[in-house]
């Protein structure tokens, strides 16, 4: 078979696999779900092993590719998790009546079948996976060629985990090759099998994924996030939560890349800076005045680091900030610090990116910390779902109405 | 200018039409819509004068395509309608607390720039900007040929009531030409400033729209409707709704195509076909041997007559009535007629459109009747939106965190 064939074969068999999810009671999925945690933690040296085929091979992003037995467990404790979820299916969003008698509910159900196209986190492997099986749909998983081994190891051991609960494998498959095509097919829909696709990673993938698909996508941009420290910020908070927003975990997407300080709060920058040891920073003229730094420039603003480095700018008011965040931001996540509620609701009001946060830190852009229980990322569109995409972000809806013989006049 | 230079133009005008309505009160978009419906009223000799004239040209689609008196003071009727309703901006759809003290609220934001593009029904320029105004998101308008002129004329009128509520034209703009290749700059996204593209009118516009956009799609496919009569309904409700269904309006996309009737059911059928005088018949082989009519073809069943004809097939049971939607239906509204509560609730259960009803008539697929206030269509999609398409449907939404200075452990 060629790649093409090979790939409308994994979409046929998706679109069974979508049919045998739906039809399946909620508490089969969440067997499935269950037994493929089990799965995973009895395949841990398999997939560590393959693990380390792929950081041997990897010239970059260790810290999001390396495995290790906690983090393997720490995927199968995450399914454990989305198992306990409750199943979204069939639940009633709404209900009303109308005059006439009409009995209108607004049911979830499946959208069907979810292209998953993602880089260099092996662990999204089984997150995707776990959370598509929760709210009805089959995925198609296209990891990156840097976690395509440990990848398909997980993989292995969820189709063992789908199996045994007596669910068919074409409810989660993988693309059998790193061959980049793949990609191609996934975006050309699959002669029609695909409802959905979800890139998950840099901005060459999603922009590509943007431009060439012909099905819906689910875009998770990149998060150059912004952390912007008011005139009337607690100082002490300022440092704490610049530093948390920072230097918590560099390389999730919810890390502040750009810290905006007023001119009236730059007294405070020196505190802050000490906060954030280790970090380099790249700043603007005046934050340069006060703490030694490299000078920033015009495509720092625009980058996600990823890394323990911080772009500093500085502002007259909330204004210019919003201003800054709406040019040079992503549509992530932005965290305003201030003891001033007027001025802090005027900024979560007109920044529009999916979250926006006062006085607590960046790094709390999560689906976990949201209480969604799990999430396959944050979604920086304003279509369908928007911030972190957990199993209810997963569902459409439809109408079901009850009468009694009603006609329309 | 060429045409590619007018379009862009017009995108770039929407986006500071969009940030114009999005900081504009509730109050000012209420007051322009009143406003807009104002100028319809005043507007109506001219709007009629240009009506008279897509009439004349007309070969096709005479009952959408047509205004009178009435018909135009419906139209400012609904705009005053959509005046009334409740403004879904900056409302919370959920709102929840954190163990560790955050506070989340989900707020309704505006998408940002729509594009309009529709075929045949002139009222849909009203009812499309009044909807956009009333959610905070621009529109770029795009009516078909056939109704250019009397389009041009509502629109007219609508920047008229803008204008004089104080808001921009721009956040209500036309496209000047009806040459076919403005749809492909809506379709390019206009250099990225058009968020959204709403299809309204037949298969093959949906089907070029859904090919070659750009950006995300909120597809209006056409409306293959069915309504089942199960062994167990009664006779004379299973005669009213039929009737209804097909025939109270014939070219809304909620009319019933197909009838599918239980082999069991075929005594009803001679009431049936005497409740439907004056619609004509095609039916397969059982059917005809009941009352005479004409032979029912395969493409009858995937073809939206919009017309006095209705396909009839005998089937075994609600499986394979479910069976035949899900190979021809559209994912628009399908009906059950039935007193056995069981089969009707499996049948809910299982057929996958928009909207299903039990025991009503399938032309309730409307905004209106569900209590939307106003809609601009049915979406078929599952994403985003599906089914009738109010105000509400029309908006996104941003979390918005306030803490304490929390910090992410």
Redesign the interface.
């Known amino acids: 078979m060629t790649l093409d064939e090979t790939m409308l074969a994994i979409g046929e068999a998706a679109r069974d696999g979508a049919g045998a999810l739906r039809d399946a009671s909620a508490d089969r999925r969440t067997a499935a779900i269950r037994s493929m945690a089990d799965a995973i933690r009895a395949h841990a040296a398999a997939i560590l092993k393959a693990n380390a085929a792929d950081l041997a091979a990897a010239t970059r992003h260790h810290d999001r590719l390396m495995l290790d037995e906690p983090r393997v467990e720490a995927i199968a404790a995450g399914l454990d998790q989305v198992a306990a979820l409750p199943d979204p299916l ?1 639940t009633e969003i709404a209900r ?1 009546q ?1 005059p006439n008698g ?1 009995d ?1 509910a607004r049911v979830r ?1 499946p ?2 079948v979810i292209g998953m196209i993602y880089e260099a986190r092996p662990n999204v492997t089984a997150d995707a996976a776990a959370i598509c099986v929760r709210s009805g749909n089959a995925v198609i998983l296209r990891p990156g060629s840097d976690c395509f081994a440990s990848s398909t190891a997980i993989h292995a051991a969820l189709a063992q985990g789908l199996e045994q609960a007596g669910l068919p494998p074409s409810a989660v498959q993988i693309v059998p090759t790193a061959d980049r095509a793949a990609v191609g097919a996934l975006l050309s829909g699959l002669g029609g099998t695909l ?2 696709v979800i890139p998950r990673g840099g901005r060459s993938l999603v922009e590509r994924v ?2 060439e698909a ?1 099905v ?2 689910l875009g998770h941009l990149e998060g150059v996030c912004h952390t912007y420290v008011h005139a009337a910020a ?1 100082p002490a ?1 300022a440092a ?2 610049v ?3 920072k230097l ?1 975990r560099v390389s999730i997407c919810g890390a502040t890349e750009t810290l905006l300080i007023d001119r009236a709060a730059l007294p405070m920058l020196a505190g802050i800076a000490e906060a954030l040891d280790g970090c380099e920073l790249r700043g603007d003229a005046e934050a340069a005045a006060i703490v030694p730094m490299l000078p920033a420039h015009e495509a720092d603003w625009r980058t996600e680091y990823l890394a323990p480095v911080l772009s500093i700018r500085t502002v007259t008011d909330w204004k210019e900030a919003a201003s800054h965040i709406a040019r040079y931001g992503t549509g992530h996540t932005e965290a305003i610090v201030t003891q001033d509620a007027a001025t ?1 609701e005027a900024f ?2 007109q920044v ?10 960046t ?2 852009a ?1 689906g976990g ?3 969604f229980g799990a999430e396959i990322g944050i979604a920086t ?4 779902a ?2 972190p995409v957990g199993p209810e972000q997963l569902t ?13 006049p």
Do not use: C
């Open positions: 069939g009303w109308r009409l209108i159900t959208i069907g409802d959905l943007q431009a012909r819906p996508v607690d908070m704490a939560i530093a948390n927003a918590r802090a979560l009001g529009d990116s999916a979250i926006v946060l006062w006085n607590a830190s790094q709390f999560d910390e949201f209480g569109g304003k279509l369908h928007r911030g459409s809806f439809k109408y079901v109405v009850r009468g009694a013989g009603q006609v329309r």
